[in-house]
């Protein structure tokens, strides 16, 4: 396979509507000639009779049913609270506004 070009590189780029100055240019060839190479030796090594596969193990979810439970009153909630107005939770002014 050959070598990606600094002039594919650059055409790649203003499809992508990028704009890569002349050094980011040559380093994307470089590293982009990498990739194309990595990806050329796993398509040598993939078999016809290999199915494709996401996952070396398989996956499985593992489901539990839902279980309802009672929730907490808001005594209970706000039991903990360092400051509780009109039972909510009484938090500082962030905003200069008015209430």
Request: no cysteine; glycine share 6%.
């Amino acid at each position: 396979m050959s070598a990606i070009t600094r002039d594919e590189v650059a055409h790649l780029a203003r499809l992508s509507r990028l704009a890569l100055h002349d050094d980011e240019l040559d380093q994307l060839a470089a590293q982009l000639d990498v990739i194309i190479s990595a990806v050329a030796k796993v398509q040598e090594v993939a078999q016809g009779d290999i199915p494709p596969s996401s996952h070396a193990l398989p996956l499985t979810n593992v489901y539990r049913p839902d279980e309802t439970h009672q929730g907490l009153g808001p005594d209970q909630a706000l039991a903990g609270a360092p400051a509780v107005e009109d039972q909510r939770f009484r938090v500082p002014r962030i905003l200069g506004e008015e209430a």
